[in-house]
């Protein structure tokens, strides 16, 4: 939803920031997309070829493409096995030291706590589950 300001710029209702919709490209920007359109090819060739010849930017550039910088990398700490939801406060712990020891950054234990959570979640509710059918069993016996 987009509100006018009283000023006469645009609001939109999810961010009360000013502005273009989301997603919307600058004239800038769409004037350099028009100008690379259909020569994408031709600038890879290029790219790779400087790159062979030595240019150190255009070989960064490439190396880039091909293998990008991991955003994540998988971490290996003991993590005590969860199979009922009470086990999550044993894992939890493990996370909070794997943490304090260094084994772990903040970060990365903030991440497997979250995991732990949502696991922690799915065992509660199958353990809900089992007994609300239990006890609609034994309701049904009667």
């Known amino acids: 939803m987009i509100i006018t300001h009283p000023s006469g710029s645009l609001l939109h209702a999810d961010s009360h920031n000013p502005g273009k919709p989301k997603g919307t490209r600058h004239k800038a920007t769409q ?11 031709a600038l890879t060739r290029q790219a790779v070829t400087m790159a062979l010849d030595g240019d ?27 199979e009922t939801a009470r086990d999550a406060a044993k894992a939890a712990g493990a996370v909070l030291e794997a943490v304090a020891e260094g084994d772990l950054t ?29 006890l609609e069993m034994n309701e049904g016996a009667r």
């Open 31 to 41: 004037a350099v997309l028009a100008l690379l359109d259909g020569e994408a090819e």
């Open 56 to 82: 150190g930017a255009a070989l960064r550039l490439c190396l880039e493409r091909i293998a990008p910088p991991r955003k994540d990398a998988p971490v290996q700490f003991n993590l005590p096995r969860m």
């Open 106 to 134: 903040p970060t990365e234990g903030a991440h497997i706590m979250g995991l732990v959570e949502t696991y922690r979640r799915t065992l509660e509710t199958s353990e809900l589950e089992a007994r609300v059918a239990a």
